[in-house]
Structures are given as structure tokens and as C-alpha cells.
């Protein structure tokens, strides 16, 4: 993957904008997404800049790239993985090709497709294309948000990029905070639809496009997620077998690549099917990646062998402490640009950087299956809420410790507790995020960490809940309690945080890029379409999942109790001393409650903490520390040391 980057003024950019100074800055800030190339194509009113990390085609592709005749340019960030079938259909339509990559067949689908052309998109992608003859420009997101895109519109300058840091070096950009993001962050782990954590910088929306010209700009979303009963009337034993192909076929198609490609392993169900059969169509032995840690109530490493050794794979793995947890913290913040509720990113950027030393350039990861396959915990507690509210509270006692095994209060001792907690939080089918209530209840503990002024100020607006009704569809509200839970998580958890955070961010930290053979648009589909006991059969989460790979699979990773990946938190961090950092700085005083900041820091240092303030630490940390460099406007990034070593196309008649 790469970074994309563009400026926009009808009628002329500014000088301070379009000067090389600047210019190296912004590319500057994009250099990590790609640091093979850097492109830049230059007229009176248009930049558009890349990035490039060389996946397809390394010797050619250089962006932005031009059509045949010139009229359009694009600047593309992405793979997408049906190019071959799609290049076919465009020479059969009379169309000529000067690469092998990917990026010119997205530029000719568009030109002879339109916007019909991201339907036929099977991938991962953010772009821009400018028409030069209309002045117009598209730019398009995937459907679910693997690649970011930001944009914003300031001092008669429309401005875009792949980072937020990329656009505020640029100093005719605000960084005024969105402190509002806070309350959409501590309730649903992301930002909510176009909203970042920048004030007057908006994010594109997956499965959306956008058009700009002379005119004004239009956003128009090209696909959602939907439910069908489709296949409903298939046997169990048929969907299995069309799972299988599609899976097979969804990872045969991400192998394609022209650098050295390898595959996570965590030790999991959805790692350990890619891992297995990625290994047995791969030409050369596929090697895989994993994450061990020091402190065993974290550590996989019994799953990872065992997968190795069966499936026969040879893998490598880092063996992380808290030191490096706490070491890499505030790098880990600078490339994720918002604030996090947990630690579990910084292993991931650790692992990515190891897979970068080790001259991988692409890997296979296992995102999305939990969500399209109903494999979180969230799934079954939303059962269980609606089972509460209308049962014998002991007949479900033993399902309710069962939902979070590894957190130590979810035993018997606290049955009662526990039953009481659920009951205070009845599902109700008439509120559409009910299924989100107790993570929305968490996150209002944050809140009270937050300096008074700032609490004011954010409940004016207390929108969050109501910035997420806004982007529900109208379908939505005939879906089924489960499919609302899943709709929710996939618009929040996995988009703004499983796939930013903990994936795109970390991987790009170290020129990596990631691949997700279950957000695959035909596997999306499938599931969506089977019945729900296919998914979560007697409270076995991702039912058809195992029952469809149990032959490739050790059984004790079939019948594996979920287990999330996890990393050490609080504790680790307040024994390096970075919250008195934190403290001593003048601006903390205006953002939070400095007494409750410290009692905090003390309940966890002395053990009598709760799984909720440990969360509650991390996002009070990470907020300071990503407004340290908000503020800052990313001082630590680099311009390209040599503008001449850009290549730059001028169009001087525009």
C-alpha cells in the first residue's frame, strides 16, 4: 500500500502551499506508507501527490499516473486483487495498457465504467482521479474502510491525504482538536462516521465517494453492509462446501504479488485457517509471524507451535515485555493520530517492524472473521441480555461467566454480581444501539477524568449516540438484534479501531502492508446471507467456520474457548513514569482532572484497579499524548531530503 496526497484552488494555489518546502513536508509525513518512490504531479490548480510502497509491478507504476491520452491522473493507494479478470475486460473493450500494476486498471475502469467501476472492485483501496477536461475529481474508499482517507476544505483549498499528519505540517491547515471525538471514542473505541479527531478535517466514509468541481462537491455512498435469507434454504453441509471455496479462493487471490509475502499466526482460529491453507497453494514455503509475551495470562505461544507444527510452517516470533510496550507507546499514538482505550497496538507495530527487518513486504492478517462470522463476545451477551430480561436468572448464570474467561471477576464467586450488572442492562429491541449500551456506559466512566471545562463542553453536544443513529440506514432497523450488533461493529470497532489502529497504522509504521482474506466482498456477502445458528450455534461462536476447517486444523484449535488478542496494560505504563510526564506539562491542567488523574494512577499502582480504569488510564494517556502532537503539528517529521529526487510531472497549461 501507499500514501496519497492532493491540493485543489480553481483558480490557483497559494505559493506558501505549493512550495517545495511545503510540498516535502506533506510527502514527508506519507513516507513510511511508502518509501519506494515519491511522485508528485504539479499545475496552476491541482497537486496530487505518492508514496509509494512497490507491491505489483515494481519497475513501472510510478504515480500519479496519466491515461494514454493524458486527460485523467490518478493517485492510488491499494490493492486491488481482481485486477487480472478486470484488465482481460477492459482490452477486450479496445484498451491499451503501458504497465502490469493495478493502479492503471482502477484509472481505465474508471474512464470507460464511471462509478459503476467500484462494484466491480474485489480489494482495498483509496484513490483520486482528476479530469482534467471537466476539472472534476473522484475520489472513492473501500467498502470497509481498510484504507484511510482524509480531506478537508480551509482558506479556499481543498486538501486530501492517506494521514492526518501529512495534512497538518501543512501550516494553512487547522489543528484545532475535536474534543466531541472523545465522547465517540471512550463509548464506541472509534470516531463515528466522517468525524476524526481533528475539528475541521473529516474522514471519507468506507463504501462512499466523493465528487469535486467547479460546482461544489457531492458524497455519495456506493455499497453498506445489508442481510439477505438468500441461502437460508441451503444444507449445512452446501454452505460449508461454498465457504470453503470462497475462503480458498479469497486467499488465493491476496498471494498475488510480486515482493515477498508471509502470513500472521496468533495462535487463533481465523490465523490458523490462512496460515494453513495459504501454506499449501503458496509456491514457496509460506512463513509466518507471531507475538509472544513474557507474561503468560498474554502469551500464545503453545497455539502458534502447535499450528506450525502441524500445518508444518516454519515461524518466527518477537517476545514482547512491558519495557517495550512502555518504550513504544508514544510512537505507536504518533502514527494512530486519536487516542486508544488499549496497548494492544504497540506488539502489532513491534511485530510489524519485525516482518519489515526481515524484508517482507506484505502479509496475510485474519481481521473481520469475528465480525462477519459473529465470533466476539458482544454477540453472546447480547443473547444473554435478551435472555435475562425474560428467564430464570440461574439458568443462565454459567453462560455469563463463560463470556469473558480470562477477565478474573467473571467467576462464580460473583455470579450474583454479575446476574445483577446484566439485569441492569435489559436489552431493548426499540433502541437501535442497545446492543451497545454496557461499552457506552464504560465509556462515560472515562468522561469524569476530563477537566470540568472540557466535561462542559463536551456535554453541549453529548452527540455520540446520536452521530451513529445518524449513519444507520433505513434497512437497519429491520435487521435482527444480532445483525444490529454486528452492523454497530463493523461501523465502529472494526473500522475505526481493529483496522486503523491496531492494523493500517501499525503495518504502515514500517512499510508493511496487510491483507484480509475474510473481508473479502463475496465472503461479507455469504455471511451475511446464511442462517444465524450457522454463525452461533448453541453458544459456539463462528460455528460454520470451524465446522467447515475442522479437517485442516489441530483440534484443540477447533474447539479453542475465544481468547482475544490482548497485551499488558496499566501497570506496565505507570511503572515507566510516563503519566508524570504528562502531568508536568501546562496544558494537562486544561484537559483533565489532575487530583482524579493521580488517585488513578495510584489505584492501579497498588493493585486495586478494575479492568475499566485500566482502560480509562490508557485513553486519558493516549488523548495527551496525541494532542502533544496535534498541537505540534508532527514536528518530528522529515521533509524529502531531495526535491529533485521526486518525480514530478508539471502540467503548465492548467
Known sequence: MCGILGIFKIDGIDHSISSEKNLSLMLGGLVERGPDQQGLYISKSTILG?????????????????????????????????????????ISHGIRFKTNCDTEVVL???????????DMFNGQFSFCIFDKRKKEFFLARDKIGILPLFYTNQKDHFFFSSNLKSLLVCNSISNEVNFNSLEQIAGFWSTIGENTFLKNIQSLEPGHYMKLSISGRTVQKYWDLNFNKSNFHLSFTKQKEI???????????????????????????????????????CSQPLKTFSIRFTDIAFDESE??????????IENFFIKVNGHLIAENFENSIWHIEQPVYRTAPIPMLLLSRFVNDNNYKVTLTGEGADEIAWGYEIFKETLLRKNLKDSNDSKWVKELIEIYPYLKHYNKRNANQLVTFYKSFPYDDSDPISSHKIRLSQGKKFMKYLSADLQDNIFKCNRAEEELEDILPA?????????????????TFLQGYLLSSQGDRMLMANSVEGRYPFLDSKVINFFSSIT?????????????LKETFKDILPNKIINRQKY????PEAKILIASKLAEKYLSETYTKDLVNID????????????????SDDKCFILLLSFLSCYSNTISRYKNIKPINSFGSINIQYECSI
Open 50 to 90: 505518492h508514496s509509494r510502497l512497490s507491491i505489483i509491478d515494481p519497475l513501472n507504476g510510478t504515480q500519479p499516473m496519466q491515461c494514454l491520452n493524458n486527460r485523467f491522473v490518478i493517485t492510488y493507494n491499494g490493492e486491488i486483487f481482481n485486477y487480472n479478470e478486470l484488465k482481460d475486460l477492459l
Open 108 to 118: 481505465n475502469a474508471y474512464i470507460k465504467f464511471g462509478v459503476k467501476c467500484l
Open 243 to 281: 465457504l470453503k471455496d470462497l475462503i480458498q479462493n479469497s486467499i488465493k487471490v491476496r498471494l498475488n504479488s510480486d515482493v515477498p509475502l508471509c502470513s500472521y499466526l496468533s495462535g487463533g482460529l481465523d490465523s490458523s485457517i490462512i496460515s494453513s491453507i495459504a501454506s499449501n497453494i
Open 303 to 312: 497455539f502458534q507451535n502447535l499450528i506450525s507444527d502441524y500445518s508444518q
Open 475 to 491: 434497512e437497519f432497523y429491520n435487521f435482527s438484534s444480532l445483525q444490529k450488533t454486528q452492523y454497530i461493529e463493523m461501523k
Open 532 to 544: 444465524p445458528e450457522s454463525k452461533l450455534n448453541n453458544n459456539t461462536e463462528k460455528y460454520i
Open 564 to 567: 482475544p488478542y490482548r497485551a
Open 596 to 611: 482524579l488523574f493521580k488517585r488513578l494512577i495510584k489505584k492501579i499502582d497498588q493493585n486495586s484497579n478494575s479492568f
